[in-house]
T-cell receptor
Framework: GAGVSQSPSNKVTEKGKDVELRCDPISGHTALYWYRQSLGQGLEFLIYFQGNSAPDKSGLPSDRFSAERTGGSVSTLTIQRTQQEDSAVYLC???????????FGPGTRLTVT | GIQVEQSPPDLILQEGANSTLRCNFSDSVNNLQWFHQNPWGQLINLFYIPSGTKQNGRLSATTVATERYSLLYISSSQTTDSGVYFCAPLYGNNRLAFGKGNQVVVIP
């Protein structure tokens, strides 16, 4: 079936604005993950969903970051009052279960000007 | 958290050569994945390998979990093998921890 999809592929926003990033996991995958990749920090974990619950939010860098998942499928990552240090590629992954093989989407490149 | 070290950080290969990439990790893990990040940034799954050895074409991987390392072998390298290779152990049962990657350039 189709892989993980993310939208938009690119987003340019002004500092202080809010942004929403979307992830559509592989159909039937119960686990969903958000990561981000930046030059300074490499690839880092943000949040994990099992179904609609987020038992591990420990990677979110600040309270400006939040995420939700609805219907056990689509997830949205929201960044409020964006800062320049939020510029990165935001990657979504899904797996069939909690410890299963993770498959990544193409990412959303966020640029905060 | 867990520390992941990959070596060598940069590698230049002549087309047709073989190479070994190494990944050391600092804690016990439940599983481990290897990825190839292509020039467009997409992470391509190579191996899902908690222990033992797996082969896929010209690539193979070995994980020795008890000694906390994994190896990725590339044989008869091709220019399409260029890119960044990431090792990512799974820890805490839900998150991948990434190393800084091995930047591989294969020249014709």
């Amino acid at each position: 079936g189709a892989g993980v999809s993310q939208s938009p592929s690119n987003k340019v926003t002004e500092k202080g604005k809010d942004v929403e990033l979307r992830c559509d996991p592989i159909s039937g995958h119960t686990a969903l993950y958000w990561y981000r990749q930046s030059l300074g920090q490499g690839l880092e974990f943000l949040i994990y969903f099992q179904g609609n619950s987020a038992p591990d939010k420990s990677g979110l860098p600040s309270d400006r970051f939040s995420a939700e998942r609805t219907g056990g499928s689509v997830s949205t990552l929201t960044i409020q009052r964006t800062q320049q240090e939020d510029s990165a590629v935001y990657l979504c992954a899904s797996s069939s279960d909690r410890a299963g093989e993770q498959y990544f989407g193409p990412g959303t490149r966020l640029t905060v000007t | 958290g867990i520390q992941v070290e990959q070596s060598p950080p940069d590698l230049i290969l002549q087309e047709g050569a073989n190479s070994t990439l190494r990944c050391n990790f600092s804690d016990s893990v439940n599983n481990l994945q290897w990825f190839h990040q292509n020039p467009w940034g997409q992470l391509i799954n190579l191996f899902y390998i908690p222990s033992g050895t797996k082969q896929n074409g010209r690539l193979s991987a070995t994980t020795v979990a008890t000694e906390r390392y994994s190896l990725l072998y590339i044989s008869s390298s091709q220019t399409t093998d260029s890119g960044v290779y990431f090792c990512a152990p799974l820890y805490g049962n839900n998150r991948l921890a990434f190393g800084k990657g091995n930047q591989v350039v294969v020249i014709p």
